[in-house]
């Protein structure tokens, strides 16, 4: 057997998130469904670098899978993508150590968070960009920012369905880009709970819209709080951007 490590894209507007569930159209479904077909019935499954919420997008996924097929890179990209839907493709595949792991080797993640402000919304945008009505303050979104940028405990900006008892994450990089009328988030960290990208940036909306003062994010950081932060932001903005590994 030979393990795989494979980068995929994919529209989240046509997913219940990525894990296979009991019911609803997954990412690992089709993906699993494709190398079934290749494996001739055996089941393959694949390990993703982390879960995608139902909506949000992917430009740089990261699996892995085990098989006994000896495909080079360049062949498994062009079977998988003959056989999967439109909406995922994948970039790249290459033979990896059975040692690796797509979710536990990983060091670093990217998301970014895009989104407009205007007063109609845009229909061809509804899927893949979130839509704000207010003016936004951008220098105001960048103060708050720059409080959250560090290691600290993200409990105010994490959903209560996180899972795991430590909320203690280090957020590298937040920057905020304005774009021809759309507006950027970037993110950059070892580690994000749940809902934390999103919450963290309707946060920032209510800041940029007025709602919120900037220097009201380190109270809200110590806090430990979910109700002090602003709203979950919608899915339709968020994608996955890149997965970072040691060389």
Excluded at 61 to 74: C, K, N, R
Excluded at 216 to 244: H, N, Q, S
């Amino acid at each position: 057997m030979q393990r795989y490590k494979a980068t995929c894209a994919y529209d989240g507007s046509g997913f219940s998130g990525f894990q296979i569930q009991p019911k609803g159209r997954t990412v690992q479904g089709e993906i699993e469904q494709v190398l079934r077909k290749l494996h001739k019935g055996q089941e393959v499954g694949v390990t993703a670098s982390g879960r995608t919420d139902s909506g949000v997008h992917a430009r740089g996924q990261v699996l892995h899978f085990d098989s006994p097929l000896m495909l080079t890179g360049d062949q498994w990209v062009k079977a998988m993508n003959s056989l999967l839907p439109d909406d995922i493709s994948f970039s790249t595949v290459k033979a990896v150590g059975s040692e690796f792991h797509a979710r536990f080797d990983a060091v670093r993640k990217q998301y970014k968070y895009f989104l407009y402000a205007d007063a109609v919304r845009d229909p061809f945008k509804r899927h893949y960009s979130a839509h704000v009505r207010d003016a936004l303050n951008i220098e105001a979104m960048r103060d708050a920012a720059a409080f959250l940028i560090g290691t600290h405990d993200f409990t105010s900006f994490c959903s209560a369905k996180t899972e795991t008892d430590n909320k203690v994450r280090s957020l590298l990089e937040l920057t905020i880009e304005e774009r021809s009328g759309d507006v950027v988030l970037s993110f950059v960290g070892n580690g994000f709970l749940y809902n934390m990208v999103r919450i963290i940036t309707g946060t920032l909306l209510d800041v940029g819209s007025g709602k919120l003062d900037a220097g009201m994010l380190p109270g809200i950081l110590a806090a430990k709080d979910r109700t002090l932060a602003g709203k979950t932001a919608p899915a339709e903005g968020l994608y996955l951007w890149e997965v970072f590994y040691e060389p």
